[in-house]
């Protein structure tokens, strides 16, 4: 298998924004395209998780492509729920390893601002089980039982859940890209208003805007693809045995483990999935970074903020950050390489090896990424 | 890069059917693998255009994967447009090349029968450039467009046009699978109701619903996947430098020769995407099958009927054995996998290799496999 190294990186500010989404992803394509020095890649995949209902457009990877002036150049489009991003990661990672493309531009987005939050509600709802979904339930509504069931048999405290907040948005406030630049303290997110019992509002991520892009390349760069991994799991939450830790993550941290021959304790800095801060916790101990019951101790003593033993978020996570759903988890990639590289402005973390964690749909389908810089 | 074979083929009967999306899929899915004789792939590709819209569900890798008993298999889905069936293959065949995964189950359907024609009209229109689209444009308007033009510059005939759907009604009379079992007489076409100057009700094809599934593998099998290959075009019809022929089944077509080392010469059975009967015509030019100017008198000398020298669709094409979208071009691999192996019983044509082409949107993404056996 050839190797895969990233070329160049790019990505929107995420937040409220007017342009719609064919501009985002192009905004983000050209600031990838332009940082690899490649004018045309060999291939392109688009991931947007439902472009169809969220701006009333499909056919995104011709669309993607022609609105690039490269309508000439084969597009797919992927999706895997919340974790789309990723997945067009590994379509391009699988089509550069077998060498069927030298170069392939990978680009993602969402945009969802325009539209009220019961429709956004609704629309980012169809990646629960349809039985489910007969019930009323919705992400933050499954997210909440999750968080209960954590703080009821592993102790989870809404300190801990809490203090995963203050920390990422700690971070985001040093990054020009986030959604959100204010600091919030301890106590503004304990008594935030309440969305779905324990989850307060600042536990929960904001609905943004936004793309984020990669080129990935069989040429060899700074920064190389050690290891991508998959992991699923049923979408029906009723059928786990356990709700309080993702199996999809833990299979997918192993899958990209054994792809890189190395495991969590090269990692030196970590983008996680924190749609909900309780899965920052969750994540931590299923990817293997901190051990079991140990994530919420870490994180009230300062060893995952900026400057601690192991940076989690830098970014400002998607609690911060912001949460583009199919622009995500490629904008996770894009802060690990900036950060591999010395080029995380304002907000570097000393790393050579950087792990990505994302999650799609309620941990149906989750990815494990390990970047790794060669200087 | 490994050889990949296909070790399993599966499908639906295509028509108004009454069971759900999942339901279809895992149909053709449990007869894909039990060909196959695998009980768990290593993975799962499926492939739905606008799985949200037609059955108001989404998440459809974990949603299937659950369907099928799968849950913890890696599951993923890709899309492009009207083609999205063969991008799910290119995408499975990918993996197993590169050696990421050694066998990966394919699976494409839709649903769509359930809806008003309108809304079905407006779901499929969402693939057309959004700018062509304010002035009410349609697929069928826009293919009226492209047969008025061919039938101007190249002339086309509506005879020729109408043979097509009498030879494909034909073939489809003899295939078990396909949604009209009906043979319809030239005169029967070319009197059906208009539905787009100069295209009538006979040279269109249907709303369809129905699955289609594949196992591709590291493994050697009967039927190797020799060439598969993908091209682009603009999404705004009105950019393109000619009407009549479809630039991106050229490229498409030319990469599928490149790696398979070999060109139209040795193809001796095709599948191609007649969903509306003249493009029957014009890809058979595209792809090289026949030479640039001949395929009307090739279709009413009989050359591409059952018999003829190059039989053409003995499934039926989407014309007469139907046209679920994402299903379709997995049901054309299908075909041309029972075909090579010699098991298409009543239709049955001698043949080694295969030529299987699929058309995305209006033709701004599509694809040519050749298949082969090998005994």
Chains 1, 2 share one sequence.
Not at 15 to 20: H, I, K, P, Q, V
Not at 56 to 65: C, H, M
Not at 338 to 359: F, M, N
Request: charged content about 20%; proline content about 5%.
């Amino acid at each position: 298998v050839t190797d895969v190294w990233i070329a160049g990186a790019g990505m929107t500010r995420f937040g409220r924004r007017d342009e719609n989404l064919p501009d985002l992803m192009a905004e983000a394509a050209l600031a990838a395209l332009t940082d690899a020095g490649i004018e045309r890649p060999d291939a392109l995949v688009v991931a947007a998780m439902n472009p169809e209902e969220f701006t009333g457009e499909g056919n995104y990877g011709s669309l993607i492509a022609t609105r690039l002036g490269l309508s000439l150049v084969p597009a797919l489009r992927v999706e895997t729920a919340t974790s789309s991003g990723v997945a067009a990661v590994y379509a391009a990672f699988a089509s550069v390893a077998a060498g069927l493309h030298r170069s392939v531009l990978v680009v993602g987005g969402e945009k969802m601002t325009h539209l009220p939050t019961p429709r956004v509600s609704e629309i980012i709802g169809r990646s629960i089980d349809p039985h489910e979904r007969t019930y009323g339930t919705t992400m933050p509504a499954l997210a909440g039982l999750i968080a209960r069931a954590a703080m009821h048999s592993r102790g989870l405290t809404l300190r801990e859940m809490s203090q995963v907040s203050v920390k990422n948005h700690d971070n985001a406030a040093r990054n020009p890209f986030a959604h959100f630049r204010e600091r919030v303290t301890l106590e503004a997110v304990m008594e935030s208003r309440l969305v779905a019992d324990p989850l307060r509002l600042y536990h929960c991520c904001p609905i943004s805007d936004g793309g984020a892009a990669l080129v990935v390349t069989a040429e060899r760069r700074s920064v190389r693809i050690a290891g991508i991994g998959q992991g699923g799991d049923s979408i029906a939450v009723r059928y786990r045995t356990d709700l309080t830790t993702f199996r999809a993550t833990q299979t997918a941290a192993q899958a990209a483990y054994r792809m890189a021959g190395f495991g969590a304790e090269r990692v030196e800095v970590a983008e996680i999935h924190d749609a909900f801060t309780p899965f920052e916790l969750i994540s931590l101990e299923d990817t293997g970074l901190v051990p079991p019951g140990k994530a919420g101790r870490a994180t009230l003593d300062g060893e995952t903020a900026m400057g601690g033993r192991l940076p989690i978020n830098p970014s400002g996570g998607l609690k911060a950050r912001g949460h583009p759903l199919a622009a995500t988890g490629i904008s996770q990639l894009v802060e690990l390489c900036w950060q591999l590289r010395g080029t995380a402005t304002g907000r570097q973390v000393p790393a050579r090896v950087g792990l990505a964690q994302s999650i799609g749909g309620l941990a149906t389908n989750n990815w494990v990424t390990l970047l790794e810089v060669r200087r």
